[in-house]
């Protein structure tokens, strides 16, 4: 039984390899993928580490030949210092994984990511049970059903919490600026994902896009948002600028980044490059005509705002399109290839990073804002649906200070220019 499992590990592990370093094809690494006979010598240690555990390990109830295997790969990956990016998942969570993207899962609703070692909450989904329950950006998750799951990888850590709408999960969270961590019941449900949402700000000729993630349809769904407020304007009063949120985005695919950004920026323009492993620089630029390239616009980013989401707000910044508000971006600038395993698995290694118009790296570096504005992530943000109900005293009342920044200098860009008489008196 041990030489049966050790053969099929080790054809699983070939695949690995031949998957991983394959991608040198793509990057400049390699010419070609590493073969079995050409595992590298220190691969050794690992088959001596598995037999010992096999032959000498007390509690062979515990010995789970998946989860070795899946913890194997996890730590081969965290190696490689891409840790909020290059991932793996299992079978089940690529499924999920991909799901989401497509617009709708069974959950909780909420964006994660593992930090510095802890399984941090980005952001729950607007109108999730996550939301209702009392979930908060910046939640650090302890424990799953009161099991503890610290030293767990994030793929683990996703599948305990995701399962079938109308079941619970309890989660023990710490949250920001706490002392004490509480513990929250959560009923799963269907989460469907709007990924691009708007509203006309209350009072004012400005209008607000709020854009969650970079799912299948997210450019079309910003099209109609467009095209919404443009019949809008028409309608009057007429619409004179728009603040554009991108806080708390996680990313999405790099296609729709592109398509997006071609809605706000004049043809030609760069919105991306790559450099690969030999140092090699290619650009994506704008090409198709976009709905909103010339309207004035300000953008929201803060330290949830990930991947894509960076390359278009460093597209629209090196452009000078529009002024960024908030904080620092994660920082996550890789070009993720996708390999699915012959058991379902899905590799995402990151082959190329990615560097905005001006040449700036954005792994590890993130975008940085025009203004700084420090916000806790205890603050309820607005977003789209609120502002769909809100009136013009609730928005005076409301406590996002990088909002209120965002639309405080966009009012300003926006004001009438003042006319001049040719003797140089203003009327």
């Given at each position: ?6 053969k099929l590990v080790t054809i699983f592990f070939v695949l ?30 690992f088959w001596e580490t598995w037999d010992l555990v096999l ?22 990956l965290d190696t490689l210092g891409d840790k909020n990016h ?342």
């Open positions: 039984m041990k030489w049966h499992k050790r690995m390899i031949i998957v991983a370093f394959g991608a040198g094809n793509l990057t400049g690494f390699l010419a070609r993928p590493v073969l079995a006979a050409e595992a590298p010598p220190e691969f050794k240690v032959a000498h390990f007390v509690d062979r109830d515990k010995i789970n030949f998946t989860n070795m295997t899946y913890g194997a790969i996890q730590g081969m290059t991932v793996f998942f299992p079978p089940e969570v690529a499924k999920q994984q991909q799901n989401s993207l497509e617009g709708s899962f069974e959950g909780i609703g909420a964006y994660v990511s593992r930090e510095k070692e802890q399984f941090t909450i980005t952001a729950p989904i607007h109108g999730s049970p996550a939301e209702a329950a009392g979930i908060l950006a910046g939640d650090i998750v302890l424990a799953v059903n009161g099991e503890d799951i610290t030293s767990l990888q994030e793929w683990e850590v996703i599948g305990k919490i995701r399962g079938p709408a109308n079941t619970q999960v309890v989660l023990t969270v710490l949250h920001p600026d706490a002392v004490d961590p509480v513990q929250i019941t959560i009923t799963r449900g269907r989460i469907t994902i709007d990924s691009v949402l708007w509203a006309r700000i209350p009072g004012t000729n400005l209008a607000y896009i709020q854009i969650t993630q970079f799912a299948a349809n997210t450019s079309k769904e910003l099209q109609t948002a467009l095209q919404a407020v443009q019949t809008e304007s028409e309608k009057g009063p007429k619409i004179e600028g728009l603040v554009l949120d991108l806080r708390n985005n996680p990313g999405g695919y790099l296609q729709e980044a592109i398509r997006v950004g071609s809605q706000f920026l004049p043809v030609g323009d760069i919105i991306l490059n790559e450099r690969d492993a030999e140092g090699k620089i290619s650009s994506y630029k704008v090409e198709d005509d976009g709905l909103a390239r010339e309207i004035p616009m300000i953008a929201l980013i803060n330290e949830g705002s990930a991947s894509a989401a960076e390359i278009l707000a460093g597209a629209l910044q090196d452009n000078n399109r529009a002024k960024l508000v908030g904080q620092t971006t994660l920082g996550t600038g890789t070009v993720l290839q996708p390999f699915t395993l012959s058991d379902g698995s899905l590799l995402r290694l990151g082959v190329t990073n990615w560097l905005t118009p001006k040449l700036a790296l954005i792994k590890d570096q993130g975008i940085h804002p025009d203004v700084k504005i420090e916000q806790k992530p205890s603050v309820k943000m607005v977003d789209g649906t609120q502002l769909q109900q809100m009136t013009r005293d609730q928005l005076l009342d409301q406590e996002d200070h990088q909002f209120n920044s965002a639309l405080l200098l966009l009012q300003l860009q926006t004001l009438p220019k003042a006319k001049t008489t040719s003797t140089g008196a203003t009327q």
